[in-house]
Structures are given as structure tokens and as C-alpha cells.
């Protein structure tokens, strides 16, 4: 079954209990956080403080993504706040063993990902204790950028890796996809869909989720 995991990036920031509200009535399965520190990205979002505040108001698990330098110095906010998966990037400062290891023994889902130019195999090490890979379809930072072709071939390769090592990894992509190319992620092996602006931006919220998932 495909998850589609809704940015909220591209909510209105002003009404996010609506926003929530509207992504659980019109199918979404998860609500993906992004959280960007203007340090691992040039861009800043939100914490850990709004995580909290959604996670009151919504029963949608939270699909938190960390787009920041040192997650260790962080984590322990997010998994307070009530997140259902973190996500950290290979790419970031902190050792990045030692923390997926410490949001699993929380009990939270573990995730890790890379950014476009990283390779799958920079995964290698990580994948028995992963639930979920995330391979980024675009330089992570912002909303709304155009999803880079050239990734396809590696989110065939995490799926070769996940179904050798780790058959019950989630494998989700980020950045860029839209009702009209997620078929081809989908076919090389994608099984968590996140989608900002092509969901938050469609004239019909329900019918893209719809397409997005299926
Ligand atoms: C990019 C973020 C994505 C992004 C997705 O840095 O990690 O989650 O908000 O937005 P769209 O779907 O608009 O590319
Ligand atoms: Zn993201």
C-alpha cells in the first residue's frame, strides 16, 4: 500500500488545525513536517514547539523531517512533541548511528535520508535498523522546486537494497512530486509519497491525494 504524506510547508501557517482537519478528511495517511534550521539548508521553518502543538489538535501521525546540522542536539524535543517517524539526514554533523539508535529506543520510527548528489550507498550501513529510507528529489530547502529526473535511478537502487537487507523499510521520496510524475517513482520502488505544493495547491485536495496514493 502507497502512504501519501502531505508537506505542510505549503499549509497556511495562520489556520493549521484547519489545515490538519482538511489533509485527514481528504484521505492523507500521514502529515509530513519539515524542519530546516538556515544552517544544513538556507531556508528556516519551524520546531519543535509546533510539531507539539499539531500533534494536540491531530490524530495524523507526524512524518518529521530534520533538515538540520545537529540532530542529537535536538531530537529529544521532536520525540516529546509527539512524532510518529524522525528522519535525519546522512549528510548532517551529528553521528548519525548513535541517534537513529536513540529515536528508536524512544520508541519512535527511525528514517534517514539523502540528499540528491549522496549515494545509495552511503545507506549501506544504516539500513538494518531503519524504518523508513528517504531519498530527497530535490536540493532540500524549499517548497515547490522542479523534481530532478536523475534521482529515479536511485530510488531503484534503495529498493534493491531495502528488499535484499530490510523487506520492511518504507521507502519514501520528497521534493517536486506531482499527480502527473509519481508513477514513475512509484514503479521504481517509492512507497511513501510526499507532496507539498501539488497537494496544497490542486483545485481538488482529495482527488490529487487520491492519485498521489494510488
Ligand atoms: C524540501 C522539503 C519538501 C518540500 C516538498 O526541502 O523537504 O518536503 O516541502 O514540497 P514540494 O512537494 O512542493 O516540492
Ligand atoms: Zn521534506
Given at each position: 500500500m502507497i502512504k501519501v504524506s502531505p508537506s505542510i510547508l505549503s499549509a497556511d501557517f495562520a489556520n493549521l488545525?484547519?489545515?490538519?482537519a482538511r489533509l485527514k478528511d481528504c484521505?492523507?495517511?500521514?502529515?509530513?513536517?519539515?524542519?530546516?534550521?538556515?544552517?544544513?539548508?538556507p531556508?528556516?521553518?519551524i520546531g519543535a514547539v509546533v510539531v507539539k502543538a499539531i500533534s494536540k489538535v491531530s490524530d495524523l501521525p507526524l512524518d518529521v523531517h530534520l533538515m538540520i546540522s545537529d540532530p542529537?542536539?535536538?531530537?529529544?524535543?521532536?520525540i516529546k512533541a509527539g512524532s510518529h517517524i524522525i528522519t535525519?539526514?546522512?549528510?548532517?554533523?551529528?553521528?548519525v548511528m548513535a541517534v537513529l539508535k536513540h529515536i528508536k529506543d524512544a520508541g519512535v520510527k527511525c528514517a534517514l535520508s539523502i540528499k540528491p548528489n549522496t549515494p545509495v550507498s552511503a545507506l549501506e550501513k544504516y539500513i538494518d535498523i531503519l524504518d523508513m529510507v528517504l531519498i530527497m528529489t530535490v536540493e532540500p530547502g524549499f517548497g515547490g522546486q522542479k523534481f530532478i529526473e536523475a534521482c529515479l535511478p536511485k530510488i531503484a537502487e534503495a529498493r534493491a537494497l531495502i528488499d535484499a537487507r530490510n523487506p520492511d523499510c518504507l521507502l519514501e521520496i520528497d521534493g517536486g512530486v506531482t499527480c502527473d510524475n509519481v508513477a514513475a517513482a512509484k514503479?521504481?520502488?517509492?512507497?511513501?509519497?510526499?507532496?507539498g505544493s501539488s497537494v496544497f495547491g490542486a483545485s481538488d485536495m482529495r482527488t490529487a491525494i487520491e492519485i498521489l496514493g494510488k
Open positions: 488545525e484547519s489545515e490538519m484521505g492523507a495517511h500521514w502529515a509530513h513536517v519539515d524542519v530546516m534550521d538556515g544552517h544544513f539548508v531556508n528556516m521553518s542529537d542536539r535536538y531530537v529529544d524535543d521532536f535525519i539526514h546522512e549528510e548532517c554533523n551529528s553521528d514503479a521504481a520502488g517509492a512507497n511513501v509519497i510526499v507532496a
